[in-house]
């Protein structure tokens, strides 16, 4: 009689309406049930198709990916429209991926998926709008990977660094630099200064007036072609990124040749990259970043670049990045 009744009661909570407080969210899958020859039967639930979510990177030259899930009837096909701003992208394939370009910039990127069911159910979601689509590392002035030389100036040529701060510890002419650079600038004083090496921080930021004022300076001084080897035009400054900096010590010979055979140039061409600098205008690579050898002059890329460029022996940012040289201004 328990038995009975406890089967009964199963059975009854089985077949009984749902508690409205436990209904299914809107776009989940609805099961039916029903009573046959005895015995409950629940049907197939109805198809369902989840809103897209976009994965991956929103810079130009990266990939975005579309995720979606379907649920109930197995689903036939899916079908991928990608949307700039709203709109078709014309050219778009229509697949799971989408490759940002160069058109994309500035733009929200977005995809309508439709998804067809067995039995000819369709049902269509459209993914919520990316941020503004933004430029490639190497083209982005905020980025630590930018890179900036005689062909590639800064977007724009007045671009001022979000923020600047000083590195402590270390003697400075008052020119600040980004924070991550400051920080690394720190940590390599304190390792020199470990070694018995003297280091000094003898240029840091500049901003595109000063950078003008300098560069006027020495065509002043020097004429225009002798200049333009060894001083940048405002706006195509690696100084006015806020991630480089001239380096000196104690032994004479800022700003100049010499600098690489003094102890503190010496230590600096064998130990910076350990700290996420490289030396950018090498010896003899004059055709290739468009500047004489500056064997004081050091940018800030972070110790992963740093540390794969030493490496794999490669000496500038132009060859690392796949760049075309830059030894003049075009």
């Known amino acids: 009689m328990a038995a009975a009744l406890g089967l009964a009661l199963g059975l009854g909570?089985?077949?009984?309406?749902?508690?409205?407080?436990?209904?299914?969210?809107?776009?989940s899958p609805v099961a039916v049930s029903r009573v046959e020859a005895g015995r409950t039967v629940?049907?197939?639930?109805?198809?369902?198709?989840?809103?897209?979510?976009?994965?991956?990177?929103?810079?130009?030259?990266?990939?975005?990916?579309?995720n979606v899930t379907t649920t109930g009837r197995k689903s036939d096909f899916l079908h991928y429209e990608w949307l700039r701003d709203g709109k078709p992208i014309n050219g778009a394939a229509e697949t799971v991926n989408y490759n940002v370009k160069k058109a994309d910039l500035?733009?929200?990127?977005?995809?309508?998926?439709?998804?067809t069911f067995v039995g000819?159910?369709?049902?269509?979601?459209?993914?919520?709008?990316?941020?503004?689509?933004?430029?490639r590392l190497i083209d982005d002035p905020t980025s630590g990977q930018v890179v900036?030389?005689?062909?590639?100036?800064?977007?724009?040529k007045t671009f001022v660094p979000l923020a600047l701060t000083m590195p402590r510890g270390i003697a400075n002419n008052g020119q600040p630099v980004r924070p991550s650079v400051a920080r690394a600038i720190e940590k390599m004083h304190k390792a020199a200064?470990?070694?018995?090496?003297?280091?000094?921080m003898i240029s840091g930021y500049r901003s595109y007036a000063l950078q003008r004022q300098t560069f006027n300076a020495y065509v002043a001084r020097d004429g225009v072609r002798a200049a333009e080897t060894y001083s940048a035009r405002p706006g195509y400054s690696e100084h006015q990124t806020g991630l480089t900096v001239d380096l000196g010590g104690y032994e004479g010979c800022d700003f100049d040749f010499?600098?690489?055979?003094?102890?503190?140039?010496?230590?600096?061409?064998?130990?910076?990259?350990?700290?996420?600098?490289?030396?950018?205008?090498?010896?003899?690579s004059q055709k290739i970043t468009g500047y004489i050898w500056e064997p004081y002059h050091f940018r800030y890329v972070g110790t992963k670049v740093a540390k794969n460029m030493k490496k794999k022996k490669i000496q500038t940012l132009e060859q690392y990045r796949g760049l075309k040289a830059a030894p003049n201004y075009g």
């Not at 200064?193 to 000094?200: E, I, M, N, S, T």
């Open 13 to 27: 909570a089985l077949l009984a309406p749902p508690n409205p407080a436990e209904a299914s969210a809107p776009g």
């Open 42 to 66: 629940v049907a197939a639930a109805s198809p369902s198709l989840s809103r897209p979510k976009l994965t991956g990177s929103i810079r130009v030259g990266s990939r975005l990916r579309a």
């Open 106 to 115: 500035k733009h929200r990127i977005s995809v309508r998926v439709t998804a």
């Open 120 to 135: 000819g159910v369709t049902l269509v979601s459209t993914s919520a709008k990316t941020e503004k689509i933004r430029p």
């Open 148 to 156: 900036v030389n005689k062909r590639r100036p800064l977007k724009p």
């Open 193 to 200: 200064r470990a070694d018995g090496v003297g280091l000094r």
């Open 258 to 284: 010499c600098f690489a055979s003094t102890k503190t140039g010496k230590w600096l061409k064998k130990n910076a990259y350990k700290y996420g600098f490289i030396m950018r205008y090498p010896n003899g």
